[in-house]
């Protein structure tokens, strides 16, 4: 397997933990989004929306090109399902997509790189108005995880259960691959994530897993300074 990526993209960072949880191997191909090689024809061949993640199943029985890191993470666990990235259960399943959701559809669609330059470009905002308003919508994102564990801790607990170590029980699934990538982007911007206790307990315990250290921006083959 190909994964066409960029080392900063919170949504290759998605895919390179899921792919490292499940124990694949694949060749990485840098795909750098700041330079607009994503824009380059030969690219535009590979992904017809000229966003990243791509994941190339050269190799594979059904050779296909795969786009949209929610959608690679979820073919990943339905043909290499050990370890699961879902519950078994249909509502464990549901809670923890509406997690993962949490961060995938309604925090980074308007912080992204190409919202970003075209606050700054297009609108003319300065960069202390860009930090402002990708601090802001993090913020009130992650907040919004916060009761969302706070919540589901609170059923463990009625039921006898002790404290999920991860974002959902007591391994990773595709919330935490999910969570684990935006916070270490808002990281990147300074942002101080204070009164998210339950949020930063669930990054932490993933930071310990080699499959996340190791899927980190910094350990990029294109990684830059």
């Avoid at 990243?52 to 399902?81: C, F, K, N, R, W």
């Avoid at 913020?139 to 919540?151: A, F, H, I, M």
């Avoid at 916070?183 to 101080?192: A, H, P, T």
């Amino acid at each position: 397997m190909k994964l066409y990526n960029y080392f900063r993209s919170g949504t290759s960072f998605r895919v390179r933990i899921a792919l490292n949880l499940k124990g694949l191997s694949y060749d990485y191909v840098p795909v750098h989004l700041a330079k607009g090689e994503h824009k380059a024809d030969a690219y535009r061949a590979v992904s017809p929306d000229t966003l990243v993640p791509v994941l190339d199943l050269e190799g594979q029985p059904e050779h296909a090109l795969l786009s949209q890191s929610m959608a690679i993470i979820e073919y990943l666990d339905e043909t290499h399902p050990q370890p699961p990235l879902l519950p078994p259960d249909p509502l464990g399943r549901a809670r923890v997509r509406a997690l993962a959701q949490t961060v995938a559809c309604e925090i980074h669609p308007i912080n992204n790189l190409r919202i970003l330059k075209y606050l700054g470009g297009t609108l003319g905002l300065s960069e202390a108005q860009r930090v402002d308003w990708y601090n802001h919508w993090v913020l009130e994102g992650l907040r919004s995880y916060e009761r969302r564990l706070e919540d589901l801790q609170r059923e463990r607990a009625a039921a006898g259960l002790p404290p999920s170590v991860y974002s959902y029980g007591d391994t990773p699934t595709l919330a935490d691959c999910c969570l684990v990538p935006q916070v270490v982007n808002g990281q990147r911007f300074g942002l101080k994530y204070e009164g998210l206790p339950l949020t930063m307990a669930a990054f932490d315990a993933c930071m310990r897993l080699d499959a996340f250290q190791q899927a980190h921006p910094s350990q990029c083959p294109d990684a830059e300074a």
